[in-house]
């Protein structure tokens, strides 16, 4: 019987404090620069899928997907991307239909924000990328 007062009167008492707040201090840690200025991050908006081949190989890209690495030093760099396409009869045969060297410049200082991570170069390849000059 004492634990159901007890448990009455806790409840009572916490049902009558209104607006309980408690403050904690909250801190927004910067990203080192070291660490996301020579990030680069290749994002998929075209309808084809993208192979990365230079200078890292990844699987393939579909849309709306996107990788991200990491680059030794600042400086330019050329990122080499092969478009495919797919077999309408065998939907897991692919074709290469256009590859392209695309020129990146990492200065090793500047960095932005994209989908929520902090990266040095955001490069998007679309269809009109992947088709010009074929």
């Keep these: 019987m004492i634990k159901h007062s ?3 009167l806790i409840g009572i008492l916490l ?4 607006g309980l707040q408690v403050n904690l201090p909250v801190t927004f840690d910067e990203p080192r620069r070291e ?3 020579l990030l680069v991050m290749v994002e998929n908006r075209a309808n084809n899928p993208i192979r ?3 200078p890292i190989t990844t699987d393939m890209l579909y849309k709306g ?3 991200i690495f990491p680059v030794p030093r ?3 760099y050329k990122v080499v991307i092969t478009a495919f396409s797919i077999d309408r009869r ?5 074709s290469p239909i256009a590859t392209k060297e695309i020129p ?3 200065n090793g200082y500047d960095y932005i924000r994209i989908n929520g991570r902090y990266i040095g170069y955001h490069l998007v390849i679309t269809d009109r990328m992947i088709l010009q000059n074929r």
Excluded at 15 to 18: A, E, G, L, R
Excluded at 90 to 94: L, M, T, V
């Design 6 to 8: 007890i448990l009455a």
């Design 15 to 18: 049902v009558s404090c209104s």
């Design 35 to 37: 660490d996301v200025a």
């Design 52 to 54: 990365i081949t230079y």
């Design 65 to 67: 997907q996107y990788t």
């Design 74 to 76: 600042p400086g330019n």
């Design 90 to 94: 065998w939907g897991n045969i692919f």
């Design 104 to 106: 990146v410049f990492m």
